[in-house]
């Protein structure tokens, strides 16, 4: 189903209603991701920032509500369809999430050589390209019970990106990595969208990433269960009418 | 229009690198190949440079190939002019850069010659021996604290894993036991019936239900239904670190997980190979009433004759014995399990067998045991 919509606009969340059963998590949920945004979800800790990535990548159907990508809407499109828009898609999980039983390499290497035709060769190294974007340059032979966890984390990372997605969903990325390799990080992901176009959705809390990347944004409320603020976060954090948004943003110290 | 190279070499010590089109991951584009052969053939080369003015479009499949000029590059000890590449590429392979390569490749390197193989799993059979008894030694110890009444655990889990593996376990217990009393009774009885003996039916399933199959086929049930829950329970605590967790607040893993899975396996066997008895004798009975031609009492009178306590007392005991060494071996299993997926499924493997091992090692074991005792 093509709706009538910007061609900027890459993700449209309209009207959207998130829940677990008769639990509800979030509700009329507005929002628009344009083409190259850094997009960042922000709320407290439970509203419901995993859950709504869970539903923009596929993983649950909305109560109600739809996603547009690209203003097809997911929910209403055959498995086919479906398909097709998540091929575009890279996904890092709050966990981490790697596959046990395969070393690091085979992790980044899977997407690689299910979905592309390139020689067994050709995909080491572009794994070990991936790896070393996000500083593991060398532990191509590691399982992930042997890496730290922010180590995992980054792996994650060089699986998400392995086939140079249009959208990037990350959940919380920079939790647990130390501040030059979260810098480090905060770079790749500007490279990724000014270089390749990428669209970057992205879960944090990290305040210092939000305001050096963000450039769009929506406000998760625990206790209204709706959003309640979205733009820019810098200009949340100076002029938003919300003192909890306000709040948020300084740090709590308002 | 896809990938193009073009090697130029406008000076003695320069290699000028001409790219150009379309360098996806997905199209087609010439390698790095070509410029390791004029790095190894041309050993003057001090200099590589760039020009990408007529690059159409380009993604990871550039940058893969930037990644290998640049390690040739290192390798030859050559400069690199990185100012002809386009921005984002240049800065994208900066941070490819920005860590150098952890140096321990070869960790998981070269396989070990056949003979070295063997060796390396005999002496981890070896080694594998000190650390069943280290554990036997905490069970024990646990077992003590339990009867002196300071083991922690929780009373509550101890009732829910006896449902889980006492009543949820019935209904393939009967299943199990009511074929083997069947085929037992039909087998016995088509020889019986040829010397008109056919009521000795009765004494054949009785005996043989109680004091053997009984015991045995519960045994195997429960290590592939049990032995191998308890398995991928604690393997999967294991992988998430949940027993780390009880160890570093104190709590015994061994009494917290170990002691009630045992202590409920060790309790509901003996029910379970009292109820497979009964189970496999009322399927000798339909057999004997429905093909035989032998009355239901008669059945009942000839059972009652044949049994004794002893015989009832034998299967129990063998069952419980079965029982504790299931539990023992899927929660030995568990702990010993490794931190991935693979070694939730190795465990669980594992444990199925070494419980069936551990069984039929017992059930010989008893047999003589018995023999000799003249029970
Ligand atoms: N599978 C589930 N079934 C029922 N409720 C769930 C489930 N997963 C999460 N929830 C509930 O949904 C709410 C939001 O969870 P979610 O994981 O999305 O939070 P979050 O915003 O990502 O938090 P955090 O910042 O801590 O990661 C929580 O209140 C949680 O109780
Ligand atoms: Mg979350």
């Not at chain 2, 090697?7 to 790219?19: K, M, S, T, Y």
């Not at chain 2, 200099?47 to 003015?53: A, G, L």
């Not at chain 2, 294991?238 to 170990?258: H, S």
Request: aromatic letters at 8%; one cysteine or more.
């Amino acid at each position: 189903m093509l709706q009538n919509t910007n061609p900027d606009d890459h993700i449209v969340a309209q009207d959207l209603t998130l829940a677990y059963g008769d639990f509800i998590i979030q509700h009329d949920l507005n929002f628009t991701v344009r083409r190259g945004d850094i997009f960042i979800v922000m709320g407290g800790s439970g509203c419901g920032k995993s859950t709504l990535l869970r539903h923009m990548i596929g993983l649950k159907a909305p109560a109600s509500g739809r996603v547009l990508f690209a203003g097809v809407s997911y929910w209403e499109s055959s498995p086919a369809e479906q398909q097709r828009i998540k091929r575009g898609f890279g996904t890092s999980f709050q966990s981490g999430a790697l596959w046990s039983s395969l070393t690091l390499a085979e992790n980044v290497a899977l997407p690689l050589g299910e979905y592309t035709d390139l020689a067994p060769a050709d995909i080491t190294e572009v794994v070990s390209l991936k790896l070393a974007l996000v500083g593991l340059a060398g532990f191509e032979d590691f399982y992930p019970s042997e890496i730290s966890g922010g180590m995992q984390k980054r792996a994650a990372l060089a699986r998400a990106i392995a086939l140079d997605p249009e959208i990037l969903f990350f959940d919380e990325p920079s939790a647990g990595l130390d501040p030059i390799s979260s810098r480090r990080l905060d770079d790749l992901i500007l490279e990724l969208r000014d270089s390749l176009g990428t669209t970057i959705v992205m879960v944090t809390h990290e305040l210092a990433s939000i305001f050096a990347i963000g450039n769009n944004s929506v406000f998760l409320d625990t206790e209204t269960r709706t959003m309640i603020a979205s733009g820019d976060p810098k200009m949340l954090r100076d002029e938003s009418t919300d003192p909890g948004v306000r709040r948020f943003l300084n740090r709590g110290e308002i | 229009m896809s990938g193009q190279l073009n090697l130029q070499f406008p000076g003695p010590d320069n290699l000028h690198v001409v790219i150009a089109g379309s360098w996806l991951l997905t199209d087609s584009h010439p390698s790095a190949g070509d410029i390791a052969q004029q790095l190894q053939s041309r050993s003057d080369i001090r200099r590589i440079s760039f020009d990408s003015t007529d690059l159409t479009q380009w993604d990871s499949g550039l940058l893969t190939f930037l990644a290998r000029v640049y390690q040739l590059a290192g390798k030859h000890n050559i400069d690199i002019d990185p100012g002809g590449l386009p921005d984002g590429a240049r800065r994208m392979i900066n941070l490819a850069m920005a860590v150098p390569p952890h140096e321990d490749t070869g960790k998981h390197g070269e396989k070990l010659p056949l003979i070295e193989h063997i060796g390396e799993k005999a002496l981890a059979m070896w080694r594998a021996a000190p650390e069943m008894l280290h554990f036997l030694g905490e069970v024990t110890l646990s077992f003590g604290r339990l009867f002196r009444g300071t083991a922690q655990f929780r009373r509550s889990d101890l009732m829910l894993i006896i449902e889980d593996v006492g009543p949820h376990a019935l209904p393939i217990v009967s299943l199990i036991s009511f074929l083997i009393g069947l085929i037992v009774a039909y087998m016995g009885a088509v020889q019986l019936a040829q010397f008109g003996a056919q009521i000795y039916i009765a004494n054949l399933v009785s005996l043989g239900m109680t004091r053997e199959m009984g015991a045995l086929m519960t045994g195997i049930i429960m290590a592939g239904r049990t032995g191998a829950a308890y398995a991928a329970q604690l393997g999967t605590m294991q992988v998430n670190e949940e027993i780390d967790a009880f160890r570093t607040m104190g709590f015994n893993p061994i009494d917290f997980l170990v002691l009630p899975r045992m202590l409920a396996l060790v309790l509901v066997m003996p029910l379970l190979v009292l109820y497979a008895g009964i189970v496999g004798i009322t399927a000798g009975m339909f057999v004997a009433v429905t093909i035989f031609d032998i009355s239901t009492f008669e059945y009942y009178q000839q059972t009652v004759r044949s049994m004794a306590w002893t015989h009832i007392w034998v299967g129990v005991i063998k069952g419980t014995v079965y029982g504790m060494l299931i539990a023992f071996a899927g929660c030995l299993r568990g702990m010993q399990c490794g931190r991935s997926a693979q070694a939730v499924g190795e465990a669980t493997t594992s444990a199925v067998v070494t419980s069936i091992l551990f069984i039929v090692i017992a059930a010989s074991l008893l047999t003589i045991l018995f023999q000799q005792l003249g029970i």
